[in-house]
């Protein structure tokens, strides 16, 4: 009778929430109130799949999703993007029956890091896909091997993961267990000798804490890694990145069929294999999967195309508190050709704790902006003056870049002047408060 009570409760919440354009976690949390164990007690579907990782589980999930569904599987999943415990329960209940059945044949599940454990108490992921693991989020995550061992206990011994081989820290998660599957980078046209960015998280071995050796790195710590000392190494991969040609947004998986890249970025590469390998081992054939993936727009905001005057933008997030995934996002538009102006935008930062603590701005490799097709950069939001402390310590002149904190005037300064692209670089959070001044492209 509770786990009824409960289950009616989180509808009747979701349907309120939804009508007023909230409730993704607070149906949930009123439920896990009422009946704390009703994720064991519901009946769930026989594929449940987790996602979890420093960047891409948002991307990796919409896209396993969209494969899934163009194979005729029924998928339920957290497109809100929902990732704790009280999220998940609200999709669950959501879609169970009062009886406690979830009518779905895949429970997909994007899970935040620090709190896999948390929801995988109660029942756990038949595959668990780990994207990466970096120094993320410092008033939140500390440093990226306590992530892992916050994750570690959310790994089932009957759980097949996927990991990055490419990742020297996640990749650990597989010691001691036999069910494992493994995606990764070969080398490519944009590998590189050595580690880059600010700082350097897979200098020592994670198991040893000697000195790591990489023959060659894709971005960041990425790579082809290997300890001379206890022996731990990139494994070989099951599914591959055999072929990346990021000029040309071509992508090819294990020799096969090529991929043109809506994004032309490495991240895009990664959370493509790793929705492959997913769905792979879930029974998907390789041709469904790249018909799917093909060109595929993400349709979570986290790419967004919009035009503001004259200029055509591309909105590109990145997630507050972390260098690589800004790191990412100013070396695509680095590696472009047109000239461009490029607006930052930093607004509101540390979300959970509200510490406004800004010094993982130094962290950012921002001198990748010193191109000469990069022809403007604005500084915009409450902490554009943090921003600005920032580039005068860069080697771009100072005739190129300006602040203007207002973002609405920001949009009117970019909209007055210039047709040249525009992109867009800030978080998940600032995003909207831009979209609100362009017309956003289908």
Not at 108 to 121: C, N, P, V
Not at 352 to 380: G, N
Request: proline share 4%.
């Amino acid at each position: 009778m509770r786990m009824m009570l409960a289950i009616l409760l989180c509808k009747i919440l979701r349907f309120v929430g939804r009508l007023v354009g909230k409730g993704s976690s607070l149906p949930g949390k009123y439920a896990l109130r009422l009946c704390p164990d009703i994720l064991r007690r519901v009946q769930l579907p026989p594929h449940i799949i987790a996602v979890t990782g420093s960047n891409g589980k948002t991307s990796t999930v919409e896209m396993i999703a969209a494969i899934l569904r163009a194979d005729g599987r029924n998928v339920v999943y957290n497109e809100e993007g929902a990732n704790q415990i009280e999220g998940v329960a609200t999709l669950v209940l959501t879609h169970a029956t009062l009886g406690g059945r979830v009518v779905a044949d895949v429970l997909l599940l994007e899970s935040d890091e620090r709190y896999a454990a948390h929801t995988f108490k109660f029942f756990h992921p038949t595959e668990f896909v780990v994207t990466n693991l970096y120094r993320d989020q410092l008033t939140r995550n500390g440093h990226s091997e306590w992530v892992y061992d916050a994750v570690l206990p959310a790994i089932h011994p009957e759980t097949e993961l996927i990991l990055n081989a490419d990742d020297p820290l996640s990749s650990c998660f597989a010691e001691g267990r036999g069910s494992v599957k493994w995606f990764g980078l070969d080398k490519c046209s944009i590998s590189v000798d050595a580690p880059t960015g600010v700082y350097h998280d897979g200098a020592y071995c994670p198991v040893c804490k000697a000195p790591m050796v990489y023959d060659y790195v894709h971005y960041n710590h990425i790579g082809a890694y290997r300890c001379a000392k206890c022996g731990h190494a990139k494994p070989a991969t099951d599914y591959t990145a055999t072929a990346v040609d990021l000029e040309n947004g071509v992508l090819t998986i294990d020799g096969g069929a090529a991929i043109q890249l809506a994004f032309r970025s490495i991240y895009n590469v990664y959370n493509i294999l790793a929705a492959y390998a997913a769905c792979r081992e879930c029974g998907v054939k390789p041709e469904v999967i790249a018909g799917v993936i093909n060109n595929y727009i993400l349709k979570n905001g986290r790419m967004q195309k919009f035009t503001l005057g004259r200029h055509h933008g591309t909105l590109l997030t990145s997630k507050h508190e972390n260098s690589i995934a800004y790191d990412t996002n100013l070396r695509y538009i680095a590696s472009t050709q047109a000239d461009c102006a490029v607006l930052v935008i930093v607004d509101a930062v540390s979300r959970k704790y509200f510490t406004s603590e800004t010094s993982w701005l130094w962290d950012i490799d921002f001198d990748q902006l010193a191109r000469p097709h990069v022809k403007k950069i604005l500084l915009s939001g409450r902490y554009c003056n943090d921003l600005a402390e920032r580039f005068s310590f860069t080697s771009i002149s100072p005739d190129t870049w300006s602040v203007q904190p207002d973002i609405a005037a920001a949009a009117a300064e970019l909209k007055a002047a210039g047709s040249e692209e525009l992109y867009v670089v800030t978080c998940f959070s600032d995003r909207d408060k831009l979209l609100a001044h362009v017309e956003k492209e289908a």
